[in-house]
């Protein structure tokens, strides 16, 4: 089976966020269940300098705006799977980031550089491509960037491939004027309510949701969620009328990446049966974080964006009731200038108790991970996450609220779930910042005076297979019923 896999970034080539562990991760794991993969991205100035030698393996022309570009071919070291980078300059090779400049300004031609990528994925599954000797079965679509290909393969390419369009984050859909529609190639009859239309704008989104074969989400719940008005950011409506068709599949973990037992930005490794190397790590992200050396001291770990989604905002009123109450707290993040400063001024006003760290660093994150006892993620809708399935994997018991892959990965340590042994975390009983302090005092309270049942909780998560596996294995099956 032949797969192109079409994604605006990849791990470890270019990552803002989850999707690019995704991206890196799952055609790993499809590759190892015989799939013929190829990944599809553009040419971003990181991407040709991580990727290493590249060879043209085409010449590509008529796309939107540009004409013509190259169709360049790696592979990612780690795992051998082949990647076609789009060399367009023009579009591609500037400074700063793959969706917005330095400043964080979203680059204006957005709606070509993406249209581009999406049109190459179409042109490549057609009759068109100019590459005669592989042709995909199935184009597997990610978020608004790629969401033009299914609409492409459809209306002006004909092509006989399946396309899919995996649902990432609903809250982000790429709309723009009604005369990027004429721009990007697109036939006026397409921009309609049946169609890529969505209040008077091209909706990328909307393209992919109403063109593609198959919708899948990134968890169960999600599926479910994005159908309602409070999840579907106003196109619950088409996602209904589809919901018999959206298969949520739950992300896994790069398990080579985030092991505990391996992890070489770690001090001192550790597993499932034997802790010993947490409590060395804890230290020493203490010692390196500038705060107090303590074994005892509760410290709560933060990873993440400070956006309004990921719900940190409800941590800042009680942040300060923790730390008197014995808690140290560690962050690492940036965005809204509002959150990083209210972070920033607790952090300042305790010293040895709360370490915060603005931006993003790689081997802090799994030091974090590692070394806090309790992780915070009281996100207000999550798709899937994967930073609580790094504290689980990391014995590190996640406190969440109830949504989307949150709900689906942990299991809240209620008396009935500790019992049957299944409980590997704490889930808010409400989204509200007493809600969040009440669960975050629950965590506490277990760790100073239950020893015996905090490693019971630390065990069930830790002994989970949190791999690709699975989740391929349903990938997989979802492109065999299309075919």
């Given at each position: 089976?032949?797969?192109l896999?079409?994604?605006?970034?990849?791990?470890?080539?270019?990552?803002?966020?989850?999707?690019?562990?995704?991206?890196?991760?799952?055609?790993n794991?499809?590759?190892?269940?015989?799939?013929?993969?190829?990944i599809?991205?553009?040419?971003?100035?990181?991407?040709?300098?991580?990727?290493?030698?590249?060879?043209?393996?085409?010449?590509?022309?008529?796309?939107?705006?540009?004409?013509?570009?190259?169709?360049?071919?790696?592979?990612?070291?780690?795992?051998?799977?082949?990647?076609?980078?789009?060399?367009?300059?023009?579009?591609y090779?500037?400074?700063?980031?793959?969706?917005?400049?330095?400043?964080?300004?979203?680059?204006?031609?957005?709606p070509?550089?993406?249209?581009?990528?999406?049109k190459?994925?179409?042109?490549?599954?057609?009759?068109?491509?100019?590459?005669?000797?592989?042709?995909?079965?199935?184009?597997?679509?990610?978020d608004?960037?790629?969401?033009?290909?299914?609409?492409?393969?459809s209306?002006?390419?004909?092509?006989?491939?399946?396309?899919?369009?995996?649902?990432?984050?609903?809250?982000?859909?790429?709309?723009?004027?009604?005369?990027?529609?004429e721009?990007?190639?697109?036939?006026?009859?397409?921009?309609?309510?049946?169609?890529?239309?969505?209040?008077?704008?091209l909706?990328?989104?909307?393209?992919?949701?109403?063109?593609?074969?198959?919708?899948?989400?990134?968890?169960?719940?999600?599926?479910?969620?994005?159908q309602?008005?409070?999840?579907?950011?106003?196109?619950?409506g088409?996602?209904s009328?589809?919901?018999?068709?959206?298969?949520?599949?739950?992300?896994?973990?790069?398990?080579?990446?985030?092991?505990?037992?391996?992890?070489k930005?770690?001090?001192?490794t550790?597993?499932?049966?034997?802790?010993?190397?947490?409590?060395?790590?804890?230290?020493?992200?203490?010692?390196?974080?500038?705060?107090?050396?303590?074994?005892?001291?509760?410290?709560?770990?933060?990873?993440s964006?400070?956006?309004?989604?990921?719900?940190?905002d409800?941590?800042?009123?009680?942040?300060?009731?923790?730390?008197n109450?014995?808690?140290?707290?560690?962050l690492?993040?940036?965005?809204?200038?509002?959150?990083?400063?209210?972070?920033?001024?607790?952090?300042?006003?305790?010293?040895?108790?709360?370490?915060?760290?603005?931006?993003?660093?790689?081997?802090?994150?799994?030091?974090?991970?590692?070394?806090?006892?309790?992780?915070?993620?009281?996100?207000?809708?999550?798709?899937?996450g994967l930073?609580?399935?790094?504290?689980?994997?990391?014995?590190?018991?996640?406190?969440?609220?109830?949504t989307?892959?949150?709900?689906?990965?942990?299991?809240?340590?209620?008396?009935?779930?500790?019992?049957d042994?299944?409980?590997?975390?704490?889930?808010?009983?409400?989204?509200?910042?007493?809600?969040?302090?009440?669960?975050?005092?629950?965590?506490?309270?277990?760790?100073?005076?239950?020893?015996?049942?905090?490693?019971?909780?630390?065990?069930?998560?830790?002994?989970?297979?949190?791999?690709?596996?699975?989740?391929?294995?349903?990938y997989?099956?979802?492109?065999?019923?299309?075919?």
């Amino acid at each position: 089976m032949k797969v192109l896999f079409v994604s605006s970034e990849v791990f470890p080539l270019i990552k803002t966020g989850g999707l690019a562990d995704v991206s890196g991760s799952l055609p790993n794991a499809l590759q190892g269940l015989g799939v013929d993969i190829r990944i599809l991205v553009p040419g971003y100035p990181a991407v040709l300098e991580n990727i290493g030698a590249l060879k043209t393996v085409a010449e590509l022309d008529h796309l939107p705006h540009i004409g013509d570009a190259t169709l360049l071919e790696g592979v990612i070291q780690d795992t051998q799977v082949k990647v076609w980078v789009i060399k367009a300059p023009s579009l591609y090779e500037r400074d700063g980031g793959p969706y917005a400049d330095k400043t964080g300004l979203e680059w204006g031609d957005n709606p070509i550089r993406f249209g581009v990528l999406s049109k190459v994925a179409a042109i490549l599954a057609s009759e068109k491509t100019p590459i005669k000797s592989w042709l995909p079965d199935i184009v597997h679509c990610n978020d608004w960037q790629t969401g033009l290909a299914p609409a492409y393969m459809s209306l002006t390419e004909h092509s006989n491939a399946k396309s899919i369009i995996s649902l990432h984050n609903m809250a982000f859909q790429g709309c723009y004027p009604p005369n990027w529609v004429e721009s990007l190639g697109l036939p006026s009859s397409g921009f309609s309510i049946e169609g890529f239309e969505y209040h008077g704008q091209l909706s990328f989104l909307k393209a992919a949701i109403f063109y593609a074969d198959a919708i899948s989400t990134v968890s169960p719940r999600y599926a479910k969620e994005i159908q309602t008005a409070a999840f579907g950011f106003g196109l619950e409506g088409l996602l209904s009328k589809r919901g018999d068709e959206i298969k949520g599949i739950l992300n896994g973990i790069e398990t080579e990446e985030w092991n505990p037992a391996t992890d070489k930005y770690l001090s001192h490794t550790y597993n499932s049966e034997n802790l010993q190397g947490k409590l060395q790590v804890k230290l020493a992200l203490q010692r390196d974080s500038g705060l107090d050396i303590d074994a005892n001291a509760p410290l709560l770990g933060v990873v993440s964006r400070l956006t309004h989604q990921k719900g940190l905002d409800m941590l800042v009123p009680h942040l300060q009731f923790l730390i008197n109450q014995g808690c140290q707290f560690v962050l690492l993040g940036g965005g809204e200038l509002a959150m990083e400063k209210a972070f920033e001024e607790i952090a300042s006003r305790n010293p040895g108790r709360a370490s915060v760290t603005i931006g993003y660093n790689e081997p802090l994150s799994h030091q974090i991970m590692a070394g806090s006892d309790i992780f915070v993620m009281p996100s207000r809708f999550e798709p899937c996450g994967l930073n609580q399935l790094y504290g689980l994997a990391y014995g590190t018991p996640p406190v969440v609220n109830a949504t989307g892959g949150l709900a689906d990965s942990v299991i809240d340590s209620n008396p009935a779930h500790l019992k049957d042994k299944t409980a590997n975390g704490f889930v808010m009983v409400e989204a509200s910042a007493e809600g969040l302090v009440a669960c975050i005092l629950r965590a506490v309270n277990m760790f100073n005076h239950d020893k015996k049942t905090w490693l019971q909780i630390q065990m069930s998560g830790m002994q989970q297979n949190l791999s690709w596996d699975k989740s391929a294995q349903e990938y997989l099956a979802l492109y065999k019923t299309l075919l």
